[in-house]
Each structure stands twice: as C-alpha cells, then as structure tokens.
C-alpha cells in the first residue's frame, strides 16, 4: 500500500451555523441536525439496533468519517440497547480528518456531549495508519483509516454486517460513490450484509446493484425525497482467500504456549474479543526469558521510502503508547512516556526534509538540532535525532505481567509447564509433554515461545535466526558525574534515564551466539556505548562493579515478526504467490520473531493473531498482515524463478 501524506480537513462554517467543507464546497450534515440522519438513514436503513441483538459481534463499515456523527449516534444507540452486542466494531475512512481542536469545536454542542467528549479525548495522530481506538472497556472499537477510502477499502480485512455510504454529494466527490467503490464493498460483505445511503442518484443504486447489491429506494428525510437501501444478495459469492479464518459465532477457547510479552499480549487480545485462555510457560512465572530484562525501549522508526518496515512499525508503535499508558496507571509498574530521542549522523534539515515529505506529524515524531536534543535529554549531544514523542521505556517483565492481569479472569497463568510437542487429534490440536502425556487440548494454540516455536513446528527453513543480548548496568552513585537523560536515548546502542538507582544500558547483537554467561567483553562494549552517547568518561570503573542479564531474541531475516497461521506443509497446490492464498493448518498460530522490538510489537502483533483467530476486523491492511505471516516465506520461494 503507497501511502500519502495526511491533509487535515480546513472546517468552516455556513451563517446558521452547519459545519461546511471549502474543500468540497458542502456541508458535512443537513441542516436538521447530523444525529436525525444518523438515526433515520444509516441505524434505520440497517435495520439497527434489532440486527446486532443476541450478536457476539457486529461489524459497521463507513466510507466517510466526517465529523464522526454517525459514529457517535450508533455508540449511543449500542448504550442504550440493553440487548446490545457484545462488541460493536464500527471502520470508518477518512481521507482529509480534522484536528483534534477542530473535532472539539465540532462537537461544542453535541447531542452526545460525553461520548463526543470521550472521542475527541482518543482522538489519534493524523498518520496513513488505520487507528484502533477504543470505548467501552474495549466493547467498542472504531477503527479509523485515514487516507483515500479507493486506497483503503481494498486493504481493509473484515466481514462486514451493515454499511454506511456516507461522504459529500456525489457531485462534489464523484470517485467516492463510483462501481468500484460498490465491488470492494461487497468483497467486504458478511452474509446478510445491508448498506443504507442518503443519496438516490442513479448512477450510485447502478452500481451497488451490479456489484451484487439487492436495491430499493425508501422515503427520505432531511430534505431528502427518497434514500437508498440495500442487502447483499449476489448471484455468485468468491471464494475466501484459503488462510482467512471464518469468524466464530461465539467465543471460544484458546491455548498459548509462552508468557512473556508476546504470550500475554495475545491472552489480553483474545480477552477483548471475549475469548478465553490458558497461557502455559516452563518458567515459573511470567515473562522470566528475554522479556523478563528490567527495562526496555518502545517508539516508532521512520525511513525515507516508508515502506512496510517502517509503516508497521508506526502502527505498532501508535498502539503501544496506547496500550502502555494503561499499563502505566499502575504506580508499581516503572516507566515512562515522555519520548525517546534516536540519534542520527545526518543533518537536522536532511531528517526534516524526510519529514515533510511524508507528511508525518509532530506528535509521532520530529526532527531536532543537537542543541535541541541536549536539551529534552539534559545531556550534551552533538548530533541530530529524530524525537519520538509517543516514545518511552517500560518494565517489560511488568508489562506481562499487567497484561495477563487484565485479561483475567479469562486468562489463566499456568507455569512450570514444559511443553515438548503438538498433537493433530480430530478438530483440536492436543499439548503434549516430554512423556507424551496430553497436558491440555483446544481447537486453537498460538506459540508465543520465540525459538521454542519454531522446534515445535520443526520450522527449520524459517529463515529466523536467534540473538544473543547483553545488557549492563550498575549503581549509578559509583560515578558521581555521569549525567544519565531525562528520558532514553538510542544510537548505536541505548541509555536509559536512572532506573531504580541504576545507570542501565546496552546492548549487544550476537546472532547465532548461545553463550549464556555474562561476559566482560560485553560489559566493556555497552560502556563504550554509554561513554558515546553520554560523552563522560567512566574513569576507572571496576568492571566488577558492572552487573548484566543475557537473553536471546528470535528475529527473523527480513526484519518483521512472524504472526499468523501456520502454514499446511509442502506441496501445495494452487496459488501461493501472495500469503493470504497458502493453506494454513487450522487453528494453528504464531507470534513470534519480535527481535529487539519486543515492547513495540506486542500489542499490534497480538491484536493480529487475535483476529485471526476470533474472526474479528484485522488492525492493520492486508498487505502488512501479508508481510508478517508466516506464508510469507512459502510465497518467496514460490516467487523465484525455477533454476533449470
């Protein structure tokens, strides 16, 4: 997916008071008021609240978020349906947002004061991202995709229960209402699917019914003489790509095998889609491996081509900071979002031009002088960096352990269990121990167990590899003049701000290595690292004085984590040239492959396996849940040439 830079909507107002576009030359809503249509046309029109009764889930999708009223009119309807959903998933596109200032005078006086209130409060930066954000305790999730819904509809992983075709008049915005935007909606469709407009144009009714759309008109309102309804009905229904999993119609159970912080990451997801869990770790408690260091780094990345890396890294990393600001309501849990600073060998003017071209706003990131640096570190720096505001440090082994105290009591710990091997017994896939003996049995198992997983899939040709870490840190008093930041710094290495008295920093990269001693060599090498990005010379420091912690990482070749269902062995037939076509085995999944990005990835990955597994709206575009999959690599062989 090409992305584009965001372009905020410029609001203004007609002389009674009706929010209008200059852009587009309409107003955002009649002049009866936006909740009247709301009501009337998109709930009405879909038959709403009566459809979503008795539902697990309910799936809305809207191709033009404006002011957000409709979605706003239908989070009060859920409210006030006492035979509500459970969940309520409501997709919207964007392509011009407005700001957050501007969403607040929007909503000044709002029929829905506290939910608009509440909205505007999570209110995300105005990234190329499809944004999670979530009300209700998680029971209801709006996720908004900012950019060109002809760009994003095409993207978007979901079976969808009633649409709403909503956005300025098809006159004013011809390419929002044409037959294409008609087939991917119906690509989109659940079964059942109703879609309800405002509009009656004919050319809009032409094309939902070619696309497979049952039309009828009905009586309008708002000045409207006549609306448009629909239900999918089509003559002919493609074929699923073969790894989609078909959504459950209820919640279920699930095994995970691993509990640091991919393992509770995802037993927290499959809560918040209502299902259950036991998490299963040899360790005795959670998080006591690689994600069990005493501190760790979570931020974005940019490049210049914003590619996959970087496009999924900015979505993980929007989440994150979402997701560790709760983590963070605990005053035992130590951390902080307060930014991290990425050091870089380029020109202040050079990051900036990145920047801009972009379109990245400076609430993900910005680029600033030395001198700028030096002073949001408190440390005399002599390059430029990018500053991540959203960007901070976390326990990690605490975040684990937070995570799997939310998704309880729906999740269960169960440690001191050594998994050995996996089991294909009827629909279910059976834990076994070193004995043989079943140690539990579920339709669906993830394996959050870094290199672990791989040997239980006896993936061997996965091209993931293991990485040896070292980290370093000692009393920070030992050296009275060492200026630690005020929040972390990252280069070639890292320094964290003093944590627990503690001067802590690091850390190496050794692939292959399995060495489990703390070494010398290595504490010597991460101080030299504190030395170039602090600038103070440690004097004679008694190496013995340092202390450190070795864990390996998993990471796989082409710097991304490997989520999602297992690939069916060899010899497939069909196509398998792009991941969403290999047969997976089913109810098999895995989170895995997290390198040193563990905290970032967490949640996203999580999010991800989860919906693979519950059926829900995946959180980011196909194309990226392509770029983490698993099958990824059975499509890069099937992609090369044959020699011969």
Known sequence: MNTRPITAATLAYTDDGVPYSAHYQDIYHPRAGAFVQARY????????????????RFVVLETGFGLGNNFLATWQAWRDDPARCERLVFI????????????????????????AATLVDAWPSLTHNLHTLEFEAGRVRLL?????????LPELVADVDAFYLDGFAPARNA????????????????????LATWTSASAVREGLRSAGFDVREARGTGGKRDITLARYAPSFVPRRPPSRTSRHATPQHALIVGAGLAGSATALALAQEGWSSTVYDRRDTPASETSGNPAGLFHGIVNAQDGTHARFNRAAALMARRAIRRVLEDPSVAGAINGLLRLDEAQPAALQDVITRLGLPADYVQAVSPAEA???????????AWFYPGGGWVDPAATARAWLAQASPLARFQGGVTVSRLKRHGDSWQLLDAEGRVLDEAES??????????????????PIGIVRGQISHFQRDLVPHLVLPRLPLAGSGYVLPEVNGLALFGATSQPGDREPDVRPADHAANLAVLRDLTGVELGDLPIETVHGRVGWRTAAQDRLPVVGAVPAPADQQGRLDQPRFVHCLPGLFVFTALGSRGITWSTLGARTVASWIAGAPAPIEASLVDAIAPARFISRSARRPRVG
């Open 175 to 194: 390419e929002m209402w044409d037959a294409h935007i008609a087939k991917a909606l119906a690509r989109l469709a659940a079964p059942g699917a109703t």
């Open 144 to 152: 908004l995709a900012l950019g060109d819904v002809r760009s994003w």
């Open 41 to 56: 046309v998109f709930l009405g029109g879909n038959e709403l609240p009566a459809r979503w009764q008795g539902r697990s």
């Open 445 to 462: 198992v993830v394996l959050a167990n870094a290199a672990e997983a791989m040997r239980l899939l006896d993936a061997h040709d996965w």
């Open 92 to 115: 919207s596109v964007e392509q011009h947002p407005l700001t957050a200032d501007d969403m607040r005078r929007a909503h000044a006086q709002s029929p829905a004061p506290t939910l």
């Open 374 to 384: 030096s002073a949001l570190s408190g440390v005399t720096l002599r390059q430029a």
